[in-house]
């Protein structure tokens, strides 16, 4: 009964994570598509060089303080709630005495960053606005993730349904009420209003929901423990950023921005897409940290399997409708995109792999496992896309975004392969691939069918993509129900998607 409702209440705050997700990925989406629609492909890359490298500086505010607060207020919750409050003030100060420092290297560091390295003095302002931004952001999110380990995940959907109509609605006014040459710094002036408004509404509802955690007592924390945890952590984000951006900001040094812009256009669509059937670390690591060994496995291998079955069709499902959706969404000055979109089309399945590795991992207090991963890994990143993008420039700067995307699909399935190992030799549960075989038997057979449907289409419009998706999508379905990769067992649990359970 326990195992049950602990599974009832992972899938209820999947759920909510699930619209939350779904509120910040279609969001995103139809910013970029703002975005870019409106700043064409060359002003597109410029936005694109300066968030990307913001980004970078992003993760030098945090550090791996996030992670480090979703677990020890998860094991505070189970343990000894008065521990709460000692923890986050700890973090507060470690968070605030971080994003300061990061937010004054911007300011100093933009000038020479747009002049010297990137060779574009327009991004100079950019890169100013993006110093606040990252400050805000930072705070922000820091908060944000406080209704994880409280279980409130449905705050956190409010909360970015919120962030995501103020954002689209202010960066409309920034393109119909600023010239185009400042276009780019106005919209990172609108992102800094749009988290400063969050914060305060996250701060709101944290101090009704958890009035805990703003409480003066005194609480005695292993401090040492927790700086080892985020020591690990530090390094792992670092790397992980290098290896989410990197590929941008060398395509940056090689090319011109417009091919930047197609690149990221395809790249933060697969990431969109990424985040919709991927479990991510904010709901599944406060579980893990409660759960033994036994109940881990278990649940572990329940939730990678619904990894497995809904990104592989996926996968597979881009390489039919790819270059359609990028029309679509972007229009047809960035077509171009489709080109690295095929090559990464198959990031899906290893990204939403190793964000449930990522949470086990942290769960367990095992950080290293993943920071040395993440160190090769971005290693190997940097090298490849070095290499392949050079090689590649040869033919046209095109395929030279075709390069980055190459480089990155080699770096995410090395790191997806050895979390896999690594996950059962330190833990010593019973992890298998198996699961990954039904669905690619199912996703395969799917992909046959679409191709041989398309084929008879002259050109697709948006009533043919979506009768080829309905047809995929059933008989992806029918074909995992035959053959026994959909349980009835699966079908029960996910009606309780978003029915509220008990705790037991």
């Known amino acids: 009964m326990k195992n049950t409702s602990l599974k009832k209440r992972i899938v209820y705050n999947s759920g909510w994570n699930f619209l939350s997700t779904i509120s910040s990925k279609i969001g995103a989406l139809i910013f970029s598509i703002i975005l870019a629609r409106f700043l064409m ?36 919750s189970v343990k000894n709630k008065s521990q709460m409050s000692p923890y986050y003030r700890y973090l507060l100060k470690i968070k605030i005495y971080l994003t300061s420092v990061v937010f004054f290297i911007i300011l100093i560091l933009s000038y020479p960053i747009s002049v010297y390295i990137f060779k574009n003095s327009s991004l100079f302002i950019p890169f100013i606005s993006s110093a606040f931004f990252v400050f805000i952001l930072s705070l922000e999110v820091f908060h944000s993730q406080i209704f994880y380990p409280i279980e409130k995940v449905k705050y956190s959907f409010i909360k970015e349904l919120l962030t995501q109509i103020l954002r689209i609605i202010l960066v409309l006014i920034v393109f119909y009420m600023v010239s185009q040459e400042y276009q780019v710094f106005g919209i990172f002036v609108s992102l800094i209003l749009v988290h400063s408004v969050i914060l305060l509404l996250v701060l709101f509802y944290l101090k009704k929901l958890a009035p805990g955690i703003y409480s003066t007592s005194i609480g005695l924390i292993n401090k040492k423990r927790v700086l080892s945890f985020v020591g690990f952590l530090t390094i792992a984000c670092i790397s992980g950023v290098f290896f989410s951006y990197i590929d941008s900001v060398i395509l940056g040094i090689f090319i011109l921005p417009e091919y930047v812009g197609y690149y990221r256009a395809a790249f933060s669509f697969i990431v969109g897409l990424t985040a919709l059937v991927s479990f991510p670390n904010s709901v599944l690591l406060p579980f893990f940290t409660k759960l033994g060994k036994l109940k881990t496995e278990q649940l572990f291998n329940t939730f990678f399997r619904y990894t497995a079955i809904l990104s592989l069709p996926l996968s597979f499902g881009l390489l039919v409708l790819g270059k359609f959706f990028i029309n679509l969404l972007y229009g047809e000055s960035y077509l ?69 995307g190459i480089a990155t699909l080699i770096s995410w399935s090395f790191y997806f392969i050895a979390s896999f190992y690594s996950s059962k030799k330190e833990f010593a549960i019973n992890i298998s691939m198996s699961p990954i075989i039904k669905p690619l038997i199912s996703s395969f057979l799917m992909f046959i069918l679409l191709m041989f449907i398309k084929l008879h289409f002259d050109s697709l419009n948006l009533f043919k993509a979506i009768i080829i998706i309905l047809i995929g ?12 990769g959909i349980t009835k067992e699966d079908i029960n649990l996910f009606k309780n998607f978003l029915k509220e359970p008990h705790h037991t």
């Open 473 to 484: 999508v059933i008989f992806y379905f029918l074909i995992m129900i035959l053959i026994k």
């Open 336 to 404: 171009s995109a489709s080109l690295p979109l095929y090559f990464i089309s198959f990031l899906i399945v290893p990204m939403a792999g190793v964000a449930t590795f990522v949470s086990l991992f942290s769960a367990k207090e095992k950080p290293q496992i993943f920071t040395k991963l993440m160190i090769a890994t971005s290693i190997i990143n940097i090298i490849l896309n070095l290499v392949f993008i050079k090689i590649l420039l040869r033919f046209s700067p095109l395929w030279a975004t075709a390069g980055a």
């Open 41 to 76: 492909p060359e002003r597109y890359g410029n936005y694109s060089i300066v968030f990307a490298t913001a980004m970078i500086f992003y993760t030098f505010a945090d550090l791996g303080v996030n992670y480090a607060l979703s677990r020890y207020l998860s094991e505070a």
